[in-house]
């Protein structure tokens, strides 16, 4: 009966056709709204920073936490645009990326004051985990792209807890913690292009990708 019921809620992860038009579906334009909201609340600060003529600090803490929202926005969107089978698990997997914009939102107002950004680092995790368990379903369920998939599993497995490590065991603010925080996004950044190396093509259509199977 269970087996029953996963297979009529569990599509498998497969490549959409590049034939076509493709609608965001309503939960995606929820979630879209969520991160406007969130980025809302994040030039808010930038507002108030600005007005308190606090231009540099303003402009910097604004440029980080927009990279915290934007980039896995960015991912998101990519992969929707390539496996969107639109079933149970990836409508959580939705919902709890949406909770993890919604983390970053609350810790933007601490952020802003004290550049304390343990909030922050733990809704852009919580934001990451949801696609690394897409991403490890496309690699099970869709051997063409199986190296790629597990690249991305792999980058973002390593990359996450070195957010948290250092958002609670780094000292805010100092010139380690910058440079640590800069390296992070210069591997974030790096993902992709990792995952993809081996293709040939960096494409943001992920059915594009010519990928060697496991």
């Known amino acids: 009966m269970m087996r029953d019921y996963y297979r009529a809620t569990i599509r498998p992860m497969l490549a959409r056709e590049r034939t076509g038009h493709r609608a965001a579906t309503e939960l995606e334009l929820l979630f879209d709204l969520v991160f406007v909201i969130a980025i809302a609340l994040t030039a808010a600060g930038l507002h108030h920073a600005v007005g308190a003529a606090h231009y540099v600090d303003g402009t910097v ?7 915290a929202l934007w980039w896995p926005w960015v991912n ?3 992969f929707a645009s ?10 959580i997997s939705t919902l709890v ?3 993890g914009a919604l983390l970053i939102a609350g810790g933007m107002p601490l952020y802003f004051e004290s550049l304390d950004i343990r909030l922050v680092s733990v809704g852009y995790v919580v934001l990451r985990i949801p696609q690394i368990y897409l991403w490890w379903r496309v690699a099970t369920e869709n051997p ?9 599993v792999v980058g973002m497995c390593i990359l996450q ?6 958002a609670f065991f780094t000292n805010i603010g100092s010139t380690l913690f910058f440079s640590l925080f800069i390296l992070g996004v210069i591997l974030e950044l790096a993902v992709p292009i990792y995952a993809t190396w081996l293709s040939g093509s960096l494409g943001t259509n992920t059915t594009s990708w010519s990928v060697t199977a496991c």
Request: charged share 20%.
């Open 144 to 152: 063409e792209y199986c190296k790629t998939a597990m690249r991305y």
């Open 161 to 166: 807890p070195c957010w948290l490590i250092l």
């Open 97 to 99: 990326m949406m909770f």
């Open 82 to 91: 390539a496996f969107d089978n639109d079933d149970v698990t990836y409508r």
């Open 76 to 78: 998101f969107t990519w």
């Open 61 to 67: 803490k604004f440029i980080l936490a927009l990279f």
